[in-house]
């Protein structure tokens, strides 16, 4: 007889059950409501960072292996203005359960970032606009970063198919990342890849990258490979790299070059390289002797100062057996020159070049000055013996 009561009692404890569930189930999906959830991580994002965050479309999250949030079109931009600062397709968002629960501060393990688009010029107009309290404040990733089909858009070039695979970010922290993507200008495209070493995570930092690549433009397609230590800054108004050490080698027709460099970018652009050139590219026009036999490397300085899309000539100074060159070539005419099998000896510049002595063909020349303007001229070369 005591088995009937028994029996009476487990419908009503199902249904305390059932109901206990469901309230379970509300207050999750209460907690994990995508469109609420997204608006509490973007407004502690944005106002971290200054800005307004905001997406088209509805969120979604998943639950395993972490809980992830994953935000369609994602649009952020500077307090009133037009333009937005970054764009994304997709932005997917992993949380710990704290942050779901809401017990503290919101705090992000991982993001990943689908065709994200920067553009530089309203990047430097919010960086203006902050004070100096409100700088860049890097967020702690533990579960890194993800960055796929990215887009950098400067003025005149831009960084395409951009991937950024770094697997934590703790500021001031090392950091080490693989980076690929392609620089483009005009029809010039430089295909890159490998690892990027930064000492201590931020904006500043020393750095390392030790990666390979392409140059492609008109029918050029030649491989690099290239490594550079040295230091970066991208907090103020123009971005700074300072490179005292830097090698690269490509397939003919591009050189090998060892030495340093340093690149400021802000309004204008300057770059400089000093170094050398082991040796003369096979694939270049042969020089006239003595300068063909000579053992010694090519000392070469480079300087560009201008508009950043170089349009400005650059000043080219090479030196090798007490021979000189003084010169400024425009860029467009030099990478023609690079994609031309057999054209010049040098490529388009005007300039002074000085030597000891010449052979040409097959008439030696001492104390030879020859001026050179890019133009035909009908005396272009004086010496004697």
Known sequence: MTDAPRKRRWPKILAVLALLAL?????????????????????ALGESQGLDLGFTGTPEYALRPEPRLRIPRLVARQPGAAAPLVTASEVEVSLPWSTIWGDGPVVITRIALESPALDLAALEAWQSGRPPSGAFELPTLTKGLSVHGGRLQGLGWSLQQLSIQLPTLSPGE?????????????????????????????????????????????????PWLARFEGTMALSGPTMMLELPALSFRGESPLPAFKGGGALAYGDTLSLRLAGTLPEWPGA??????????????????????????????????????????????????????????????????????????????????????????????????????
């Not at 042969?286 to 170089?310: K, N």
């Not at 060159?325 to 030099?334: E, I, R, W, Y």
């Open 174 to 222: 090392p950091a080490q990342a693989e980076v690929s993507g392609e620089l483009h200008r005009d029809d010039l495209v430089l295909v890159f890849a490998g690892p990027l070493e930064l000492a201590q995570a931020g904006l500043d930092s020393p750095l390392r990258f030790d990666g390979a690549g392409r140059v492609r433009t008109g029918s050029l397609d030649a």
């Open 284 to 385: 270049w026009p042969a020089l006239p002797e003595p300068l063909a036999g000579a053992p010694a490397p090519i000392a070469l300085e480079l300087v560009y100062d201008g508009a950043t899309d170089f349009s400005a000539p650059l000043q080219l100074d090479a030196r090798r057996e007490g021979a000189s060159l003084q010169s400024q070539v425009p860029v467009p005419a030099l990478l023609a020159w690079l994609e031309d099998d057999g054209g010049q000896a040098l490529p388009p510049l005007t300039g002074t070049l000085e030597a000891p002595s010449l052979v040409i063909e097959g008439v030696e020349l001492e104390g030879v000055r020859i001026t050179l303007d890019d133009e035909p001229a009908d005396d272009a070369a004086t010496g004697e013996e």
């Open 23 to 43: 309230l379970a189930a509300w207050w999750v999906d209460r907690q994990l409501e995508p469109v609420r959830l997204a608006n509490t991580v973007l407004s």
